[in-house]
């Protein structure tokens, strides 16, 4: 079965400053990937998806995520936060031929310092 | 605005009581997910219909159903309730069963008291 695993429940950053948020997965099969946001009080709002193509997927809010098969990774990274970047952040992981079942990591809360 | 509709927003009940969960998928989308986000489980998976049909089922309670109408909105029935069922249930829908996207609704907040 395939899993999801977000590294650091917390990350806390200083406006301006790299943010990276860590997913790992195990699956047995190649996975469709995806981060989701979901803002205080607000559902889940899709950030980018990996679908078997290019292995560096952008997305919106200058987001971007890479593939790494070899490390079964698929690490959020943005260069520079601003504070309205503060949410919490999942990973989530879906088989192929799975209909749209996502199996979801804990979630990483990102809070941005002034 | 996802264009998924999910209704009530927030719900306080009694345990032991019966609450039904609403949610009117996009337009157009044929596949509607029910997923639960608690504090101890996390993001869970519960049922997924399809055009009317259950299509995949998940970590889902038998004291929990779901069912899809022929216009496509679809109720979660929650009976029984528990202290632990206290969630935020959230509403997903997708074109159709291997689309790559699903959108959130908002989410509908159970309190069990």
């Known amino acids: 079965a395939q899993s999801v695993t977000q590294l650091g429940s917390h990350v806390s950053v200083s406006e301006g400053a790299l943010v990276l948020l860590r997913c790992n997965y195990s699956s047995s099969v190649p996975p469709y990937l995806f981060w989701y946001v979901q803002y205080p009080n607000q559902g889940l709002q899709l950030l980018l998806k990996y679908t078997s193509a290019a292995t560096l997927v952008k997305g919106i809010n200058g987001f971007e995520a890479e593939f790494k098969k070899s490390e079964t990774s698929f690490h959020l990274t943005k260069p520079s936060a601003h504070m309205s970047d503060a949410a919490e952040y999942f990973c989530a992981v879906r088989l192929n031929n799975a209909g749209n079942m996502l199996t979801f990591g804990g979630g990483t809360r990102l809070m941005v310092k002034p | 605005d996802s264009g998924v509709t999910q209704t009530p927003k927030h719900l306080i009940t009694a345990t032991g009581q019966r609450v039904t969960l609403r949610c009117s998928p996009r337009?157009?989308?044929?596949?509607v997910y029910w997923y639960q986000q608690s504090l101890d489980q996390g993001l869970q998976f519960l049922i997924q219909?399809?055009?009317?049909?259950?299509?995949a089922k998940g970590n889902i309670l038998e004291r929990f159903s779901a069912q899809q109408f022929p216009d496509l909105h679809s109720e979660l029935n929650l009976s029984s309730l528990e202290l632990g069922d206290s969630a935020l249930y959230f509403c997903?829908?997708?074109?159709?069963?291997?689309?790559?996207?699903?959108?959130f609704g908002q989410g509908t907040r159970l309190t069990v008291v």
């Open positions: 997903a829908s997708s074109v159709g069963t291997a689309s790559t996207e699903a959108f």
């Open positions: 337009s157009g989308d044929l596949s």
């Open positions: 219909y399809y055009n009317g049909e259950e299509r």
